[in-house]
């Protein structure tokens, strides 16, 4: 049994001790966990991006740590991450690297039903009472029951802007609570000349983000779930209404929605061109890459309450973590870096390596987080459901190939909204059962 | 033994020798084989699964599902419709456009204008690069921050929309293919030219002919077999254009063509055998212009 197994279990029956029953649950696995072998041999794993990346410097000096730890070499290679996502399933049938960074949600489940992903349950049960039940939950696999990704970190959806450029304009994005200060908001910076809102949707999914917020601010949590999967119809007034209110928000676009992707967006931020953007936070280590000044002007609030029903009680938080490729020559080997890397000492390797994501971990000190995270976890904290971002909560034949182009089409031409609902309603019946 | 020998080279006269047969058998054999092997086979793999549900991963998980890929294709998925008819742009804007061009110019360059070596060098340029490379170098130049938007002094913020200024995109899309179909039509032409008997237009000089009648009436009669390899190019690039438009705009389907759908559905993120349809429709749009080439040929081989 490797030292880092020993080490989490241990502080796990020690928390499970405190809380009671779940003592027995963890000192269980520990004792299982004893009866096995040491687990050595080299591990593969995949950083989704540019080895040039903020993120694959902070993924290599997690896995250093590993290696570090155990003796075990971690072989990395970068792979674009559009690329590793649509090739995925080739990939994984082939002879895909151990480990690697991965997407919690439909992205797994689906996967792991099709029996390409490994079963981590136990390394998950050997982090313990370190992972919220909510983020447990938000693992599981609904079909079985079981885990196929390790939870590490998330991330908030919500208005980013730059402080310098709202004192500038004498505005303060932190006072907006309803929709109408929203537009007032981009009317205002509109009117200096800057970009009211943000919007890029060139890549097909960033105006996902905003879909997904009007969706659950207007309609709630739970009716934007049920439209995902069917239960609800595209047709209904909600979801016109969902449209409406984004129509809204055009005139305070760039002028160039459909030519910017997400790097466009955050280029726009970082250049100082927009007030308000809606984007996932996880873009921010681009800023800190660029400098801490730039990093410690960004700031994040939510999206403000449109129907008072609902409030501010939702959040699309997407869930990211570490998966195992149940293909992989070491898949123990994997299993068992997946679990290091959702542990502390994982944790502050990426965080010494400068990782601005927060982490899921209750082993993890939130008091020594920077301010611009601090303010995440309150973005977070404020929403009492949370979404996994539109293509990870619903299937990936609709999500990309409908939705999609169905949002890039309303943004081309809002006239044919009635036209575009039908259609996806349509696409989505002819879809073949799972 | 003598007697075997004598009998078999008696046969072999009369035949093909063994050693011939052997390496005529491995010089047809092999190559169909892996024809068979490669193409043959995941085609007719390609379209049984068009007529299933599958999600690409269990072979236990398909599903018959009938015409139902179609019948969403056909009638429920208008951005099929929008990727025909950017495929037939494409179709036109090449044979009536960038082939006739490239045929001009072929035609200028052989009969040795002034800087006919410069402009030869300049359109054979971007015919060594790949659409993909192509794509890259003018998605650098025209994005919101690239090269032609920093000449202009535009920012990212109010960069001119072009790929999604859907008034231009087209055009502008259509333009950087020119730019190498043109090259290349030249260059395939001007080969074909070459071989052209100088003293046939000669001869129509002599007799008075202008230099439009030697080139419709001579030149073109002469270069039938190139030219029916430039109608097929021209229709065959068209059909099976993707590497540009997926390069400027992904698999998101802002300007959408055959090729790029049958990409996301087939090998991207929400595997679904709409994906295997489309690849069949495509299919059957290309066998036309493959038989008409075909045909050509075999019928020059007859002769």
């Known amino acids: 049994m490797s030292d880092v197994n020993n080490g989490i279990s241990r502080r796990s029956v020690l928390k499970g001790a405190a809380i009671g029953g779940a003592g027995l649950v963890a000192g269980g696995s520990l004792l299982a966990g004893c009866g096995k072998k040491k687990v050595t041999g080299d591990v593969h794993f995949t950083i989704r991006g540019n080895l040039s990346d903020a993120g694959a410097k902070i993924a290599i000096a ?68 370190s992972l919220s039940a909510a983020a447990i939950q938000g693992a599981t696999n609904p079909s079985d029951g079981k885990q196929y990704i390790i939870p590490t970190t998330y991330y908030p959806w919500g208005l980013h802007y730059r402080k310098s450029t709202m004192q500038e304009l004498g505005l303060n994005p932190e006072s907006i609570a309803t929709w109408d200060d929203l537009l007032k908001l981009c009317e205002a910076t509109k009117k200096k000349g800057l970009v009211g809102y943000a919007l890029g949707d060139k890549g097909g999914w960033e105006a996902m983000g905003t879909f997904d917020i009007l969706n659950m601010r207007l309609n709630g949590y739970q009716f934007h779930i049920d439209l995902l999967n069917g239960k609800e119809k595209w047709t209904d007034a909600k979801v016109v209404d969902v449209f409406t209110h984004m129509g809204q928000l055009i005139p305070y676009m760039n002028k160039n929605v459909l030519d910017i992707s997400w790097d466009g967006m955050r280029d726009l931020l970082l250049q ?56 992989g020559k070491n898949v123990e080997g994997g299993k068992d870096l997946a679990g290091f890397l959702g542990s502390k000492e994982g944790i502050d390797a990426a965080v010494a390596a400068g990782d601005t994501n927060i982490y899921i971990s209750s082993d993890f000190d939130t008091s020594t987080y920077d301010p611009f995270n601090k303010q995440k976890l309150a973005v977070l ?41 039908d259609n996806t309603q349509a696409q989505w019946d002819a879809l073949p059962a799972l | 033994m003598k007697t075997t020998a004598a009998n078999k080279k008696v046969r072999s006269r009369r035949s093909l020798s063994r050693n011939d047969r052997f390496t005529l058998a ?110 890259i170098i003018w998605n650098f130049m025209l994005q919101p921050g690239g090269f032609v938007q920093g000449v202009m002094g535009r920012d990212i913020g109010n960069a001119v929309s072009i790929w999604g200024n859907y008034s231009i995109n087209t055009y502008v899309i259509m333009g950087v293919a020119s730019w190498r179909h043109i090259g290349y039509i030249m260059l395939l032409y001007l080969a074909g030219l070459k071989s052209v008997d100088p003293s046939l237009r000669e001869a129509a000089a002599i007799d008075g002919a202008t230099e439009w009648q030697t080139f419709r009436k ?27 438009v997926y390069i400027i705009y992904g698999t998101s389907t802002a300007w959408p063509l055959l090729n790029i759908l049958v990409f996301q559905n087939f090998a991207g993120q929400g595997i679904s055998m709409k994906g295997a349809a489309y690849a069949v429709i495509l299919l059957v749009l290309c066998i036309g212009p493959i038989l008409l080439y075909l045909r050509n040929v075999f019928k020059e081989d007859l002769k």
């Open chain 1, 381 to 421: 904290g404020a929403a009492k459901n949370i979404g996994f971002f539109l293509d990870r909560d619903t299937r990936g034949d609709f999500a990309g190939p409908v939705v999609g182009p169905a949002i890039q089409s309303f943004l081309k031409n809002p006239k044919d909204l009635t036209k575009i609902l």
């Open chain 2, 26 to 135: 491995a010089f047809i054999g092999i190559p169909t084989l892996m024809q068979i092997i490669f193409l043959w086979l995941p085609a007719l793999i390609t379209i049984v699964l068009s007529f299933t549900y599958w999600n690409g991963i269990n072979v236990s998980d398909i599903k018959w599902a009938g015409l139902a890929n179609y019948k969403n294709i056909f009638f429920g998925t208008p951005v099929f419709y929008d990727a025909l008819k950017n495929n037939l742009i494409w179709l036109l804007w090449f044979t009536f456009l960038a082939t006739p061009l490239g045929i001009l110019l072929a035609y200028q360059i052989d009969r040795k204008i002034k800087g006919h070596k410069l402009f030869e060098t300049v359109f054979y340029i971007p015919v060594v690069l790949s659409l993909a490379i192509i794509g």
């Open chain 2, 218 to 244: 001579i030149v073109l009669p002469a270069m039938r077999p190139v030219n029916i390899i430039i109608v097929v190019i021209t229709i065959i690039e068209s059909l099976r254009a993707f590497d540009l």
């Open chain 1, 62 to 129: 997690a896995n250093d740590a590993y290696t570090k730890k155990t003796g075990n070499k971690v072989i990395s290679q970068a792979v674009n991450s559009d690329d590793f996502q649509n090739n995925f399933v080739q990939i994984m049938q082939g002879t895909p690297d151990d480990a690697f960074g991965w997407m919690a949600g439909w992205r797994t489940n689906s996967r792991a039903d099709s029996g390409l992903l490994a079963d981590v349950s136990e390394q998950v049960k050997a982090l313990g009472s």
């Open chain 1, 272 to 327: 100082k061109k927009c007030g308000a953007m809606m984007m996932g936070s996880w873009f921010a280590n681009d800023f800190k890459a660029k400098s801490q000044e730039d990093y410690d002007d960004l700031w994040i609030v939510p999206f403000p309450e449109i129907n008072p029903e609902h409030g501010v009680d939702s959040i699309d938080a997407p869930l990211d973590g570490i998966s195992v490729a149940a293909n």
